[in-house]
């Protein structure tokens, strides 16, 4: 009898394609911690990382606000990963998608996840973008600026397509195909940003630590359109800069898989391989091209000098950088768009993963067309965070206060209703309130995001406990 369940469990897992879409993960395709320290360092040390290191200096911070800033701030988003998103994921082994269905409901999530997939499309498709600076310097393409927002050569258009059917093909492999390739060119990415940084470190004429200090010194205004960014702006953006992949919870879909929740440590990987040598080693190339001659031509016109990550590599590595580019924009593409292909799966469950996510990154590919996502990073990711963040409060908080409250888990489950209207209220309120705040007062988005996701678990509970008991 057992052998036979086997033989039928085995059977839908074969249907399924292997990623249990609406089903908890099964203990035998459980992994190890190793396959996410792959995962997480190829995908942090990746494409973002060419442009946020330069974006920093665009934004006029200074050493210790950067250096100290980004050592507390990473280690304040392997924590939360770590004791948040993980212990949820290995306890219910569901993608964020249908756990969120459980609570909301049907028709609600296929909004959220509508949001959720395009958000995933577009920063996907800046990661497009990246590579694309690459792949185009053969072609002696003409690289984008800062305040480009369209294509701006047919050339362009070609490259950016060709990256983009490419990298959709591997990422609607699934989850083997996109970890395997992690694991397979982070070590070449990680290898290319140590070396570079070096590199830049010579040509800027560093040899001693006053002289490294000195490169950012006590900062200094931002460019043109830029926000200057400060200690806190540096702490709280990179604590929320993966704000809706750990306290939003998408990452629910990646560590379903773990064995443990103390895998959620691989993580660390990411944030001080990535979003610390790399975005330290990315400012460095940037710093080396603000005093070339063609910089301070931008410069005296007054002018924002382009952040093209490809030129900026090659510059200091040669073809060890094109190669780098090209594969960091890939690392950080294939899981986003696999992610955003599990998101328009909750919308159209009966298309397969192979399927959504094609879709997932054709549309990923026309927003890579379009360099304002990639030249406008900084805040277009504290404004995804800022407006996914809050969902994952929703499943954080009736996980671990649930029964202290006395409310029902799963309530839109258990109660067949489509449409969880505390759900919906909690989400509408604490965004409505902190976004008008931003607005109206200029505050930084990421300064709110905290506050918002704590407003609207707290506002999930009292709602829930209310109308629960009503029904």
């Known amino acids: 009898m057992d052998e ?17 879409e609406r089903e908890p993960v099964p203990s035998s395709k459980l992994k190890g911690w190793k396959s996410f320290v792959g995962m997480y360092a190829g995908e942090h040390a990746a494409g973002t990382e060419f442009m946020i290191g330069p974006l920093f200096l665009t934004a006029g911070v200074s050493a210790f606000d950067l250096i100290v800033g980004l050592l507390l701030g ?55 973008t990246v590579s694309a600076t690459a792949v185009g310097i053969p072609f002696n393409l003409e690289m984008p600026k800062l305040t480009d927002t369209m294509p701006n050569s047919g050339m362009w258009v070609a490259i950016v397509l060709v990256i983009g059917i490419v990298i959709s093909l591997i990422a609607s492999k699934g989850y ?3 970890s395997k ?31 490294f200090w ?35 919870m998408s990452d629910l879909s990646v560590f379903r898989f773990a064995k ?19 975005w330290i080693a990315a400012a460095l190339l940037y710093a080396v091209y603000l005093k070339s001659p063609e910089a301070m031509g931008y410069l005296n016109n007054g002018e924002a000098p382009p952040v093209a990550p490809g030129p900026l590599a090659y510059n200091a590595i040669g073809v060890l950088g094109i190669v780098a580019v090209v594969l960091a924009g890939w690392t950080t593409a294939n899981p986003t768009i696999y992610r955003a292909g599990l998101a328009f799966q ?68 258990v109660a067949g209703i489509k449409f969880n209207m505390s759900v919906f209220l909690a989400w509408l309120i604490s965004f409505g309130l902190f976004y008008f705040i931003s607005v109206q007062f200029d505050v930084f988005l990421s300064f709110v995001t905290l506050p918002a996701w704590l407003l609207c678990g707290v506002l999930y509970l009292v709602f829930s406990k209310y109308t629960q008991k009503s029904n």
């Open 176 to 178: 083997e195909t996109v």
């Open 214 to 248: 000195a490169i950012w010194g006590d900062g200094g205004e931002p460019f043109k359109g830029q926000t200057k960014f400060t200690f806190w702006h540096v702490v709280i953006w990179s604590w929320f800069a993966n704000g809706a992949m750990h306290i939003g």
């Open 181 to 211: 390739a992690a694991n397979w060119m982070s070590p070449i990415i990680v290898l290319a940003f140590f070396v570079s940084g070096i590199v830049a470190l010579n040509q800027l004429g560093v040899d001693s630590v006053d002289k």
């Open 74 to 128: 990473n280690l304040l988003a392997v924590l939360s990963w770590r004791y948040l998103t993980s212990e949820v994921a290995v306890k219910n082994r569901l993608t964020l998608y249908y756990q969120l269905e459980k609570i909301a409901g049907r028709k609600l999530v296929i909004g959220y996840n509508l949001a959720n997939g395009i958000l995933f499309c577009f920063l996907a498709g800046s990661m497009i």
């Open 346 to 413: 909750g919308i159209m469950p009966k298309l397969s993963t192979f399927w959504v996510t094609i879709i997932a990154g054709t549309v990923a590919t026309i927003a890579g067309l379009f360099p304002a996502f990639a030249m406008k990073l900084l805040g277009f990711v504290a404004l995804y965070g800022f407006i996914l963040s809050p969902f994952g409060a929703i499943i954080v908080f009736e996980h671990f206060f649930a029964k202290k409250m006395g409310i029902t888990k799963n309530y839109a489950e």
């Open 260 to 278: 443990s929740a103390k895998s959620g440590w691989a993580t660390a990987a990411g944030m001080y391989v990535g979003h610390y040598m790399a």
């Open 4 to 20: 036979k369940v086997e033989v039928i469990k085995q059977g839908l897992e074969d249907n399924n394609g292997g990623e249990f």
